[in-house]
């Protein structure tokens, strides 16, 4: 069974822009995770989606988005880029999303924002 | 939220066993173990999880005591390849996980 894809694995953008980072779950996996990873401040939740609605959300600004499609797969947007935006974003998905299910990570999409 | 405390490195030997210990005092009743590792620039992987008194899988083996107030992750005869970083995380609900600096683990030749 194929792991969780991520895509771009890597980014270059400047303050100011957009970006859309795209998350392609475990076939059958209906619940996604994102995460924000970097030497500051490790890793942090960003927000969950599980059947289209978001679930659950962690503490960053409005600029950070997300979606998730019919088929599983999620994206995520960050709008307004700033300079402390750089960073791994990881994605993890989960069979059903219950609390004790095992969460597989994607590679990670390696943003710079300069 | 279960707060944990782990080595912020550690050096071992090829062929060595490795016991990680971890610290959660305040883990809730409803709380699991689980324990991730990392590779730079890959997301974590999933390595064991469990409740209480022992745990093994084909690549680890998770010793959690009565009072689950710690947890020591055992790697046997470890290689080059599991020189990585190794997080202890307490908790159920995914979005309340606490992921701090984790373990580093080097293993030499």
């Known amino acids: 069974k194929a792991g969780v894809t991520q895509t771009p694995r890597y980014l270059i953008k400047t303050r100011g822009q957009q970006v859309t980072l795209s998350c392609s779950p475990i076939?059958?996996?209906?619940?996604v995770s994102w995460y924000q990873q970097t030497p500051g401040q490790g890793l942090q939740f960003l927000f969950e989606?599980?059947?289209?609605?978001?679930?659950n959300k962690g503490n960053f600004p409005g600029r950070f988005s997300g979606r998730q499609f019919s088929n599983s797969r999620s994206e995520m947007n960050v709008s307004t880029l700033e300079l402390g935006d750089s960073a791994l974003y990881l994605c993890a998905s989960r069979l059903a999303g219950t609390n004790t299910d095992t969460q597989y990570f994607g590679p990670g999409t390696r943003l710079t924002v300069l | 939220l279960a707060k944990t405390t782990q080595p912020i490195s550690m050096d071992s030997y090829e062929g060595q066993e490795v016991n990680i210990t971890c610290s959660h005092n305040n883990i809730a009743t409803n709380d699991y173990i689980t324990w991730y590792q990392q590779f730079p620039s890959q997301g974590p992987r999933f390595i064991i999880q469990?409740?209480?008194?022992?745990v093994t899988n084909e690549v680890a083996s998770l010793f959690i005591p009565a009072d689950r107030k710690s947890s020591t992750l055992s790697l046997p005869r470890v290689s080059l390849s599991d020189t990585a970083v190794y997080y202890c995380l307490v908790g159920v609900l995914v979005y309340q996980l606490i992921w701090g600096a984790g373990t580093k683990l080097i293993i030499k030749p």
């Open positions: 076939s059958g996996h209906r619940s």
């Open positions: 989606y599980f059947s289209e609605t978001q679930r």
């Open positions: 469990g409740y209480k008194t022992k």
